[in-house]
């Protein structure tokens, strides 16, 4: 069982940079990969960047350029660097670590909020 505590949300001008903290409780080493997910009001919750276990990172479109995601294996902390922040990166933030098709877990969620 890990459990996944994120930390770093919080309100920020338009502009502005956010770096958000997964805190693991177990080892995320084995994990597949770490990932960061989104989910605004009424909207469907998406993925906005992964990284596996070999360091190789994936982002969503909307936040290329702008978004970098790094894991700390030894700190089992997986980190969210956020910069040029919009209004539409308000969302909840969630953290989570992916084993396997049947095997995946998830914090409880960091909000961002983007407003001048």
């Known amino acids: 069982q890990v459990q996944l505590v994120e930390s770093g949300g919080g309100l920020v001008q338009p502009g502005g940079s956010l770096r958000l903290s997964c805190a693991a409780s177990g080892s995320i080493f084995s994990s597949n990969s770490m990932d960061w997910y989104r989910q605004a009001p009424g909207k469907e919750r998406e993925l906005v960047a992964t990284?596996?276990?070999?360091?190789?990172?994936n982002y969503a479109d909307s936040v290329k350029g702008r978004f970098t995601i790094s894991r700390d294996n030894v700190k089992n902390t997986v980190y969210l660097q956020m910069n040029s922040l919009k209004p539409e990166d308000t969302a909840v933030y969630y953290c989570s670590a992916y084993y396997s098709a049947v095997r995946r877990y998830w914090g409880q969620g960091t909000q961002v909020t983007v407003s001048s």
């Open positions: 990284i596996t276990r070999n360091g190789n990172t």
